[in-house]
C-alpha cells in the first residue's frame, strides 16, 4: 500500500484564526508545534509523535458523538490526568465515564473546542 498515513485534517470553522489558536494553546497542535523530540517546527505543520491511528466510519445514526457533527477527532495523549487538570485550570468542560475506559484499551475524555466539535482524548494503555 502506498499510504503512509494521514497527512491532514481539513474542516471548516466560523473563526479559523481563532480556532487555530485555541487548539495551539490548549492542546499544543497546529502549525508550528513540535509533539516529537527532535523535530523543528515549521510554519505550516504540527510534528506529531508517530503511533497508532483509528480510522473508523461510524454509523450515520450513532450516538457516540453529536448527531449533526460529522467527525469527532481523537488524540493520543501521554498522561491524560495532567492534561485534564490544564484544561479544568482553563475553564474547558471535560466529560469523563468510567464505561469509556478499559485495560485493553485505554482511558478517555471529551472536551469540545469553542465551534463545539468533540474532541476525545485517548490514552492508550501503557
Given at each position: 500500500?502506498?499510504?503512509?498515513?494521514?497527512?491532514?485534517?481539513?474542516?471548516?470553522?466560523?473563526?479559523?484564526d481563532a480556532l487555530n489558536?485555541?487548539?495551539?494553546?490548549?492542546?499544543?497542535?497546529?502549525?508550528?508545534?513540535?509533539?516529537?523530540?527532535?523535530?523543528?517546527?515549521?510554519?505550516?505543520?504540527?510534528?506529531?509523535?508517530?503511533?497508532?491511528?483509528?480510522?473508523?466510519?461510524?454509523?450515520?445514526?450513532?450516538?457516540?458523538?453529536?448527531?449533526?457533527?460529522?467527525?469527532?477527532?481523537?488524540?493520543?495523549?501521554?498522561?491524560?490526568?495532567?492534561?485534564?487538570?490544564?484544561?479544568?485550570?482553563?475553564?474547558?468542560?471535560?466529560?469523563?465515564?468510567?464505561?469509556?475506559?478499559?485495560?485493553?484499551?485505554?482511558?478517555?475524555?471529551?472536551?469540545?473546542?469553542?465551534?463545539?466539535?468533540?474532541?476525545?482524548?485517548?490514552?492508550?494503555?501503557?
Amino acid at each position: 500500500m502506498p499510504v503512509l498515513g494521514i497527512g491532514g485534517l481539513f474542516f471548516r470553522a466560523n473563526d479559523p484564526d481563532a480556532l487555530n489558536s485555541w487548539y495551539r494553546e490548549h492542546l499544543g497542535i497546529g502549525a508550528g508545534c513540535v509533539s516529537t523530540e527532535g523535530a523543528t517546527a515549521d510554519d505550516y505543520s504540527w510534528q506529531a509523535e508517530g503511533g497508532p491511528v483509528v480510522f473508523a466510519p461510524f454509523q450515520a445514526d450513532s450516538e457516540y458523538f453529536a448527531a449533526d457533527k460529522q467527525f469527532m477527532l481523537n488524540l493520543r495523549v501521554r498522561d491524560l490526568d495532567s492534561l485534564l487538570e490544564q484544561l479544568n485550570a482553563s475553564g474547558i468542560e471535560i466529560v469523563t465515564k468510567p464505561e469509556w475506559n478499559d485495560p485493553a484499551t485505554g482511558q478517555f475524555a471529551r472536551i469540545h473546542d469553542p465551534e463545539g466539535n468533540a474532541i476525545e482524548l485517548w490514552e492508550p494503555p501503557v
